[in-house]
């Protein structure tokens, strides 16, 4: 029988390159459940029971006590609530790249930031040249924006052929972008404020900075102290989603104990369980279960909590909370027609099809020619240019700065139309621009 004992590579055996193949392959996934879920609300919102689809996500529901109640539509908590989470995810993915991934160095982080930048400037500046002096002005932020669940999801498609730095650059440069789509909700799509409830949240970020500098690395003061930034957000009128990235901002990204340390304590918890084997009894003894508890306690010991928390959230962001984002945002009804013309459409199509990979090249080649950043050997200009057309897919991210930009109405579905239209030839030119440019196989 040929032995199964492959050859493990030692890149294979590196804890980051394991927990980047983990991020990809849940990305991959979320973005499959998430075109999924934008299908079926297109299909719904198009069909005999487009009011059912309306009146679900449309239904009122209360949350509170006594005097003091919060009452919004479901879809409200959803863009409002459960966004929330996203983008505590999204702030712990920014502050593990700065401290250990792609960003942790001006020199590493130059090419995707120089691309994030370019994908950022450019698609607004085309956007506002489509629509300045009309009622869609305000949505110039729209077509800033990249879905990273999309884009990695086709990127994926390509298997092999894509090399990894590719597909590590595109991640980082998504994060980037990310970032640079946070600011522009805080700084330019905040309604009026509430000074004190504003600063009384900032407080409790700053108590949630002390905490972490105590050393305090159990879970609940921070999902405490995280609920009552939300809620302190929610009613400052800075928009709620930011509570979730300062937030994250906080969780401690330190260790306890290194590895070393690690396995001799373990060693010694799995010594004594196992003195205690021989005591013919089914159940752990007192010296076991004490073994058991070390064992535990270790373990949370080595794990730093940003870790810990986004291994537990991420699923949840990218297999619930963004196809339910999808479901309730995507359904855009068709019944008036399509106006490719409206400039708000046109603005969206032109800033993501158009504007997206121009910036991120434009700009990648800059900080490439004046030595900034490095071109990764393994890939080409050609490639390139297949992932930047790869940006211009905005979908969940262009979504949500499109409802807070118009808010119901007829600007929001032409916002809609473009975004949904753009993300769709953007995804297919990148697909055959980066199937163009993959080495044949030997």
Known sequence: MASTNFPVRPVDQNPLFRSLQRFLALETAGGLLLLACAVVALVWANSPWSDA????????????????????????WINDGLMALFFFVVGLEIKREVLVGELRSPRQAALALAGALGGMIVPALLYTAVAMGTEGAAGWGIPMATDIAFALGVLMLMGKRAPLSLKIFLTALAIADDLGAVLVIALFYTA??????????????????????????????????????????????????????????????????????????????LDQFRAGLDSGTKDPDASQRDAMHDMEVTLHAADAPLFRMEHALHGWV????????????????????????????????????????????????????????????????????????????????SLFIATLAFGEGALLDAAKVGILGASLVSGVLGWVLLSRAAPKAS
């Open 318 to 397: 990218a297999l619930f909370i963004l196809p339910l984002f999808a479901l309730g945002n995507a359904g855009v009804t068709f019944a008036g027609g399509l106006d490719l013309g409206h400039p708000v459409t046109l603005g969206v199509l032109l800033g993501l099809i158009v504007g997206k990979p121009i910036g991120v090249l434009l700009l990648s080649w800059l900080a490439v020619k004046t030595k900034l950043a490095v071109l990764p050997g393994d890939v080409s200009w050609k490639q390139m240019a297949g992932v930047a057309c790869l940006t211009g897919i905005g979908f969940t991210m």
């Open 192 to 269: 009026e404020l509430n000074l004190p409830a504003l600063l009384g949240g900032l407080a409790v970020v700053v108590l949630l900075f002390g905490i972490a500098r105590f050393g305090i690395r159990q879970t609940w003061p921070y999902a405490v102290g995280g609920l009552a930034v939300w809620l302190l957000f929610l009613l400052s009128g800075v928009h709620a989603t930011v509570a979730g990235v300062l937030v994250a901002l906080t969780i401690p990204a330190s260790r306890w104990i290194d590895e070393s340390d690690f396995a001799r304590r373990m060693q010694a918890s």
């Open 53 to 76: 689809y309306h009146h679900f996500f449309h239904t009122y529901i209360t949350v509170g006590f006594g005097d003091f109640q919060i009452k919004h539509s479901l879809l409200h």
